[in-house]
């Protein structure tokens, strides 16, 4: 008989098996990354650090092949490797965009660019390599099918649908200015900026891009011009308990981030996108997170007002103090997260 390797082995062999669970398996050898990194080479992006890898509980992610101490740079990324506004007006959308009255919105011009780079242009792009590792489809709620939303808590349910019909509107309120970039086209504009591109579009700036400020130009409405899509930079994925400083450097012009937690050795390197609980997360990226310290509970007006009743001596007093405190709008939440 073989003899048993005892508890302690059994141990260590468990031990050994969630520590490879956390790390990835590397991508960096398939084609599709190959190309991005010499795309990204090209533009003045070195990095001999991270890795694409795929990871079991995360899916894919960025791995680091050395351990990185606190207040280590993470990532550098030069400012010819991002997509903003300013390389949407150099484009030969550019001139369009410029004579265009009432001015579009950054926004409609970074979904703009992104559809016709990808749905028409794509071959030719010169985005090319960081266009092909774009996502296909998202799962932010303005993708969900209807009847996933109506199984969703009331104050997310209505959240939901408050952002279908602000992309909805936007997509409304843009297309005469699709139209006008039909000399650009061979084929029917209509079918170029359909509804499912430009909600892929929107989803894309929605959830990749990172806060870089732009100056406020006339060609453009006066929303926030704050957007930048960062290739690579945008394959970190989101950790509640991370600690990093982030921003573009003036000096250097490169976007910079700087982790204040660490990270050993081949094991997957996150980021905080923000201090969200998960409605937010869920809303604007997609997803939720485990153990989040954010965490809230969010509830309707309605509910609210049933658990003041009446008869209570107290109600009027009760309810001037929600409304001073902005708890009697369309929904409100309660925080959970520790202190």
């Known amino acids: 008989m073989k003899k048993s390797k005892g508890r302690t082995c059994r141990k260590r062999r468990r031990k050994q098996s969630r520590s490879l669970s956390l790390c990835g398996v590397n991508l960096s050898h398939k084609h599709e990354y190959v190309l991005l990194k010499k795309w990204l080479k090209e533009r003045g992006y070195e990095d001999n650090t991270l890795r694409p890898a795929q990871f079991s509980e995360t899916g894919r992610g960025l791995m680091t092949t050395k351990a990185l101490q606190a207040q280590e740079l993470i990532i550098s990324l030069p400012e010819k490797c991002l997509l903003t506004t300013d390389t949407v007006l150099s484009s030969y959308l550019g001139e369009y965009i410029i004579k265009w009255r009432p001015p579009i919105s950054p926004l409609a011009a970074l979904c703009t660019f992104l559809i016709a780079e990808k749905c028409a242009c794509k071959e030719e792009s010169l985005w090319k390599p960081y266009l092909d590792l774009l996502p296909e489809t998202y799962t932010c709620p303005v993708c969900l099918e209807q009847e996933t939303v109506n199984l969703f808590p009331e104050p997310l349910r209505r959240k939901a649908l408050e952002q279908r019909r602000r992309v909805q509107e936007l997509f409304v309120s843009s297309q005469p200015f699709f139209f006008s970039l039909q000399p650009l086209f061979s084929e029917d504009v209509a079918s170029v900026f359909n509804y499912s591109s430009f909600r892929w579009a929107w989803c894309t700036v929605n959830t990749r891009t990172v806060y870089m400020k732009h100056a406020q130009g006339d060609c453009f409405s006066r ?69 989040n310290p954010h965490s809230s509970v969010h509830v309707g007006t309605e509910t609210l007002l049933k658990y003041i009743l009446p008869e209570d001596k107290q109600r009027h007093t009760k309810l001037s103090i929600l409304q001073e405190n902005n708890f009697l709008e369309l929904s409100t939440h309660m925080h959970l997260g520790t202190q």
Do not use: M, W
């Open 223 to 291: 929303e926030s011009n704050t957007y930048a899509l960062a290739p690579y930079l945008d394959l970190l994925n989101h950790n509640p308990a991370v600690q990093v400083k982030a921003a573009f450097n003036e000096k250097t012009k490169c976007y910079e981030i700087r982790t204040l937690s660490g990270c050993q050795k081949y094991k997957e390197v996150f980021i905080c996108y923000g201090p969200h609980d998960n409605q937010r997360l869920l809303l604007e990226y997609g997803f939720v997170a485990n153990s």
